[in-house]
């Protein structure tokens, strides 16, 4: 089907065989053309010009000495300078704020995923009240960010937020834990003392509370197609249910844990909204995308702005593309 | 008791003579811990919900005096806090029910003009062979996947030149372009399952392209299409980065959203209030999610399996 769509257009050599190809079209298949191009062109215009161009005009701003104040008398054809990548790089914070970007990405898709597929294996089969249970399931990643961000703010308030006054009643902490706030803690265990991150923690736990529903959502969708006569056939081999996971279920679900892996990683590596909403970027979690907000408003630095989002679409890009390159080729021999 | 008959009927040899083989403690264990793990799934979920709507009719004074209790007598109830939350701020309240219109009318617009652009380009797409085609499928699959913080710099400084910050119709354009590619690729997949000899006896029988469209393949692809405008419609009544940035020096069109993040932060204005105002902002969204959560759950698989 894709073949016949391109020798059609004329897509794959422009300039030899586009006319050609035109040429040989009937009245209809010219006007379908006209009808296809009449139908889509609004879409493309919204889209161009409002999602197209300004990707364009920000590598434009990255390479300009931009900023609020001398907006107005800046033109397209600026001064272009490097300066903008030199200060970023040579600062710093922007370092950091690359890593927490990473482990908070990575953990947070980890574990995301984790917990999702743990409700989907849990809610396989049928009993009453299912249906309620998967729907709750689903209310933290379609409530609203900000009425859920806020909840979670009072719930972990050190004065009168639940966690702590329970934490403090029941289970025997020293004092409230400021949960959103404290960049380290000194933890013990068995002896032992570990200095925690406890605001990266506790945004990481957000990240993963939120979303898991996405991934339990697709998991699910996967597993209902797993066919029963396979989980049928192992039992009768006297399979136990681990080992029916292992060797049966887990290899169905690893496609769509690649796929998941790939888009939550994507969105948790380009969030802002949790994290400024949390924590405002402070104590030690502050990723880029909300750097990037602060150089762009509060030090209405637009150069310096510019040139760090670049500089995070471009990692984003090139871990997907080593990703697409080396695992997702492997799926499809395996 | 029931897994050893079951086990007995389906032949399992070991199981059944070994009272505590691998197989039974496994299965043992896991029923256990399957019903363990959907009461934490039920906890997880629903509990912060609870919390916000007890805290929302909680007077501050019993809040601060038991934070600890998580329930209401009679006695303590008051819903003054979403009087006061929804009071216009000359009467002393904090203007909520300007920010639920401002939502409502970007979101409501947010939706109609997406399917206005959506439904004939998706039919186009999935229907119609033209030039370009799948490159413009591949655009649309890109500006989905795209930071969005990346565009918010150009966007604010462009609304800024051409005054257009602070108006409601700039980020209903926002909006739009941000939501159209994943409407497009939603309806397209509904379109392809629609046979096309439906499609062409009408032709057959002398309809023109439009009239195809209207009579035919609108009337069959209707599921598909309210399922796509709830969800543009959550999207855009939940979206916070543009309208921070574009919106935040425009206190008579903040939305709800921006509203509380807003006031969340502020001393003078109690956390029950607030908390009112959070129940305000989710109940639309609970309410369209529960009356319509087959379709939803159906279109969000949908909508996200492009990558």
Redesign the interface.
Known sequence: M?TS??R????PTPGASEPRATRKLSPM?RA?????????S???V??V???????V??IL?AFQRIR?LN??TAGIFGNYTISNFVEVFSSPGFLEALMTTLVYSVAGTGLAILFGL??AL??RKPFRGRTF?R??????Y???????T??????LNP????IN??GT?FLGWDDAVPFLSERQREVSFLGLTFPVPTALLTVIAFEA?RSF??AF??LT?RLQAVPASLDEAA??D?A???QRFRHILLPQLLPTIA?LS??RF?WT??S??DIY?LTGGGAGTEVV?VR??NF??ARGD?GA??AQ??V??AI?AVLVGIYLKFFARKEEVG | MATEVEAQRRGAPASSKRPWSRDRIETLVLTWLRWIVIAVILLVTLFPFYYMLILSVRPLSSLLQDPGVIWITAAEFSADTYTSVLRSTSEGGQGFLVFMRNSALVALGTVLVTLLLAIPGSYAISRLQFFGRRKIGALFLAVYLFPSILLAIPLFVFFTRIGLRGELAGLLLVYVAQVVPVSIYMLRNYFETIPTSLEEAAAIDGAGRLAIMRRVSLPLAMPAIISNALYIFMIAWNEFLFALLFLVEARENWTVSLGLSQLAGSIEIPTTVLMAGSVILTLPIIIIFFAAERLLTEGLTAGAEKG
């Open positions: 894709t769509i391109r059609a257009n004329g897509a298949a379908e053309q006209r009808a296809g191009l009449f139908l889509i609004p879409t493309l919204i889209v010009v409002m999602v197209v161009l300004p990707i005009w920000t701003l609020l907006l107005r743990v409700a849990a809610l249970v729907a709750a399931t689903l209310i933290p379609v409530a609203p960010i900000v009425a859920v806020f909840v979670w703010t009072t719930m004065q009168f937020g639940i006054v329970w009643q509370w529903p996405f959502l697709f969708a039992r009768v006297g136990t249910p681990t796929v790939v888009l994507i590596f380009n802002f909204d909403l995308a990037v907000y762009l408003t637009i702005a510019s989002a670049l995070l679409a984003l």
